[in-house]
Nanobody, 117 residues
């Protein structure tokens, strides 16, 4: 079965950096676009970044993170990364790794990122 396991979330000071990882299994990783979403308290889950199957494939970022976050993937190891730099308070959220394998979207359990002053 499809499994997505995130790691790397932490408590970090404003301006700091974190790298999130998501290890995928149970499907042909190199075939699918991988995405990172986040959900902040009281807000809806939003797309942060996505990376197409073929590297260097199409990469997309939310306006709020463009220029600060970098998504990448290692198709040999079935891992997708999210490098987060210049973190600010508004980046506090649970971050989820996700893949759409029609007709279903699959999610990881999430990893908490908390940015403090």
């Amino acid at each position: 079965q499809v499994q997505l396991v995130e790691s790397g979330g932490a408590l970090v000071q404003r301006g700091g950096s974190l790298r999130l990882s998501c290890v995928a299994s149970g499907f042909s990783f190199k075939t699918y676009t991988m995405s990172w979403f986040r959900k902040a308290p009281g807000q809806e889950r939003e797309l942060v970044a996505s990376i197409a199957a073929v590297v260097p494939g199409q990469i997309r970022y939310a306006n709020a993170v463009r220029g600060r976050f970098t998504i990448s993937r290692d198709n040999a190891r079935n891992i997708v990364y999210l490098q987060m730099d210049s973190l600010n308070i508004d980046d506090t959220a649970v971050y989820y790794c996700s893949v759409l394998i029609p007709p279903q979207r699959f999610w990881g359990q999430g990893t908490q990122v908390t940015v403090f002053e």
